[in-house]
């Protein structure tokens, strides 16, 4: 059997159409309304507080000119001692040069006192083997007096 023409200019669905409109909003309404209220009575509202450094005063500015002139000062010096550089390097190589030399010249000065040394034990040995052998000789040995001119003459004739 054939279905039967409906006819779709019925305005019967109208009211139904309407009712469920006003109903969905109703309803979206109602939800977010009470959401809103939830949150208000739940939590409380946070608080932004934005805060920025205090305006600079007059002594915070004269501050800052004054390290700024500071620092102006500090890289004068900086340039100054720059331009210095080259001859402080120079006069620091001639400084360890001279160190050197002192070097060599103590290493000198050690080997001539330690000859000085030895030779005054050869001069003590040989005192000693001429008292002996004046002994034996039955000669008076030498004094200190003796000994003492001795070594005036030596040194006037022989400086080093």
Same mark, same amino acid.
């Given at each position: 059997m054939a279905q039967p023409y409906r006819n779709t200019d019925d305005g019967s669905w109208a009211p139904v159409a309407i009712t469920l409109t006003v109903l969905v909003v109703a309803l979206v309404l109602g939800y977010f309304l009470w959401n809103v209220a939830n949150q208000n009575a739940d939590q409380p509202h946070p608080t932004t507080t934005v805060s920025g450094p205090p305006p600079a005063s007059a002594s915070t500015f004269r501050k800052m000119d004054d390290d700024l002139a500071k620092m102006? $000062? /500090?890289a004068e010096q900086l340039a100054k001692l720059e331009a210095q550089k080259p001859e402080l390097e120079k006069q620091?190589?001639?400084l360890d040069q001279a160190s050197a030399d002192v070097d060599v010249a103590d290493r000198k000065k050690t080997a001539a006192e330690q000859e000085r040394v030895e030779a005054m034990a050869r001069v003590k040995a040989a005192s000693t083997a001429i008292e002996r052998l004046a002994k034996q000789?039955? /000669?008076?040995?030498? $004094?200190?007096?003796?000994?003492q001119r001795a070594e005036k003459n030596a040194v006037t004739k022989h400086p080093n």
């Open positions: 102006h $000062t /500090v620091l190589k001639l000789a039955g /000669v008076a040995a030498p $004094t200190k007096a003796d000994w």
